[in-house]
């Protein structure tokens, strides 16, 4: 049995892969207690596991004391292309592995160009485009045709912008009861409209620059915790959206297979 599991900067998921590649039991555990989870004994279940981590050496380090013996262990990082999709990252091993993962269950999925929203502790808000060489123009069929991950970028997620006004001022209070205005009338609602706005904003340029790029209104893919209140807000100025459960974790099990 294959498993995925994507570490975060704060929870870590992870999913058993079925033959036909769908995701089947999945679980998630804050990583400060991952160790203490039922991931362990899905681990000694698994024959294979590939996993995704943007949290750094400690939890590598973790990770790796709960690994069976007998388990195959892959630590995914980006390549230069995998699964017909096309890193142009500057040094493609440096780009984030679960934003390219992200994008290759983009491309996967929708073999169109996208914008893919990473919506998490931090939200990353990356462009796939078509690859338009000549080679891509004579054989556009599904197996051969490519996509083009362009790059893109990072901003803190609303719960960090939220926090930072709330613990580096003196006066702005916590958002967290805060709501959506279209003129916020106090303190929290603004906070709180003022956060979702950079965020949907900042995806709404992205859309507007990628259209551009190629000439093709991009679908806005969103995942991660907060993909469904973002969502929500964007609708408002965009039809193309929509969220995807677990984008990471299909990016997964699509590398391994294209592995094979």
């Not at 929870?11 to 089947?24: H, I, M, N, P, Q």
């Not at 679980?27 to 160790?35: D, E, F, L, S, Y």
């Not at 990473?118 to 338009?132: E, K, P, R, Y």
Request: hydrophobic content about 45%; proline content about 3%.
């Amino acid at each position: 049995m294959l498993m995925v599991i994507d570490i975060g900067n704060t929870r870590t998921k992870w999913a058993e892969v079925a033959d036909d590649g769908s995701l089947g039991e999945f679980g998630m555990a804050p990583n400060i207690t991952v160790a203490e989870s039922p991931l362990k004994n899905r681990l000694a279940q698994a024959e294979k596991v590939m996993i995704a981590n943007v949290a750094g050496d400690v939890m590598t380090e973790k990770m790796v004391t709960l690994m069976p013996s007998h388990l195959q262990v892959h630590f995914v990082t980006a390549s230069a292309e995998a699964c017909h999709l096309i890193n142009q990252y500057q040094q493609s091993e440096a780009l984030g592995v679960d934003r390219w993962a992200a994008a290759i269950a983009a491309w996967h999925h929708y073999k169109q160009p996208a914008i893919v929203v990473c919506a998490g502790t931090a939200i990353t808000i990356d462009s796939v485009s078509i690859n338009t060489t000549l080679k891509a123009v004579l054989f556009k069929t599904t197996s051969t045709k490519k996509g083009l991950y362009l790059g893109g970028t990072i901003m803190p997620g609303l719960h960090l912008m939220q926090d930072a006004l709330a613990n580096h001022t003196a006066k702005l209070s916590d958002a967290s009861a805060g709501t959506i205005k279209t003129f916020p009338a106090n303190t929290s609602d603004a906070i709180h409209t003022g956060c979702m706005n950079a965020v949907t904003g900042a995806i709404l340029l992205a859309s507007k620059q990628l259209e551009k790029h190629c000439a093709f209104l991009p679908q806005i893919i969103i995942t991660g915790g907060d993909a469904v209140k973002i969502a929500h807000a964007l609708k408002v100025h965009l039809k193309r959206v929509v969220v995807e459960d677990n984008l990471v974790l299909q990016g997964l099990a699509l590398i391994e297979k294209d592995s094979v």
